[in-house]
């Protein structure tokens, strides 16, 4: 049996990838004289208030940010709304013929292993090389989306059990 990275086989019609082949990890840009909401961590997770600015980088709406600075590293966000990029972001651009959400459930299925292998020592920030080197196996789309369907229904199981325990 042929290895391929660590998976012994693909099923036909696969490909196995890097990450970096998949989604780039990009600024947003620099715009000044607009009031926007500064789109940091703790404002994301709804711990606070957004903070009003009148430049930085700018993120639209329902984009997708990873936390690239701090314990937290490889964490991703979807903004619902637009505003400026908080400055331990990068916005996570995921190539148009990906289905984002099965690029989204690769990248969780590897946050631990992005968290544990943090560089830096004052900061720890995502190591990025890593992240980029991610192998990635593709099914065709129609099967990406029938896979994060099959994720998702399996979490809505899970979580209705935990809700009647």
């Not at 994301?44 to 329902?62: C, D, I």
Request: aromatic residues 8%.
């Amino acid at each position: 049996m042929k290895r391929i990275g660590h998976y012994t086989q693909l099923p036909e019609g696969w490909v196995l990838a890097p990450m970096q082949m998949l989604c780039s990890l990009i600024d947003g840009e620099k715009v000044n004289g607009k009031e926007l909401p500064y789109l940091d961590v703790k404002s994301l997770r709804g711990e606070r208030g957004f903070k009003s600015m009148t430049s930085g980088r700018y993120v639209p709406a329902n984009s997708l940010m990873i936390l690239v600075d701090g314990e937290n590293s490889g964490e991703v966000f979807r903004t619902e709304i637009e505003g400026y990029q908080g400055s331990t972001f990068k916005q996570l651009y995921i190539n148009e013929n990906m289905f984002a959400d099965y690029v989204l459930h690769i990248i969780n299925l590897h946050r631990r292993t992005l968290r544990e292998n943090k560089i830096g020592s004052a900061i720890p920030h995502l190591n990025k090389k890593l992240f980029k080197a991610i192998e990635v196996p593709i099914p065709p789309y129609n099967e990406q989306v029938k896979i994060v369907a099959a994720i998702n229904s399996v979490h809505n199981t899970l979580n209705a059990i935990m809700g009647n325990l």
